[in-house]
């Protein structure tokens, strides 16, 4: 499965913002999805995961209540949506696809390119 982030940018603290991750190639419905985050200078981060059923949702502690992941089925995409955003959220933001409901990122196959995220204070 081929994935594409896309929806990233620049807002300031306290806004929200929706990423979303469109798949193709091969029907996601059948694959765990994760986001993941990296800061420059730090080790690529679990963010958050939703299962096969869209009933099983995962998140870390830092996005917990603040993130909400998705997903349409129809659009074969997953969405991340992100309100109260902090500057500490400023990463690029990953999406993935894997078999596997985990928050380690070594379990995901495919994953996508990237889109930035930048918190102002």
């Known amino acids: 499965v081929q994935l594409q982030a896309s929806g990233g940018g620049l807002v300031q603290a306290g806004d929200s913002l929706r990423i979303s991750c469109a798949a193709s190639?091969?029907?996601?419905?059948?694959?765990?999805m994760g986001w993941f985050r990296q800061a420059p200078g730090k080790e690529r981060e679990f963010v958050c995961a939703?299962?096969?059923?869209?009933?099983?949702?995962l998140y870390a502690d830092s996005v917990k209540g603040r993130f909400t992941v998705s997903r349409d089925v129809a659009k074969n995409t997953v969405n991340l949506q992100m309100d109260s955003l902090k500057p500490e959220d400023t990463a690029v933001y990953f999406c993935?696809?894997?078999?596997?409901?985990?928050?380690?990122?070594?379990?995901?196959?495919?994953w996508g390119q990237g889109t930035q995220v930048t918190v102002s204070s």
């Open positions: 939703i299962g096969r059923s869209s009933f099983s949702t």
């Open positions: 190639g091969r029907t996601f419905s059948g694959y765990v």
């Open positions: 993935a696809a894997g078999t596997v409901y985990s928050r380690s990122p070594g379990v995901y196959a495919s």
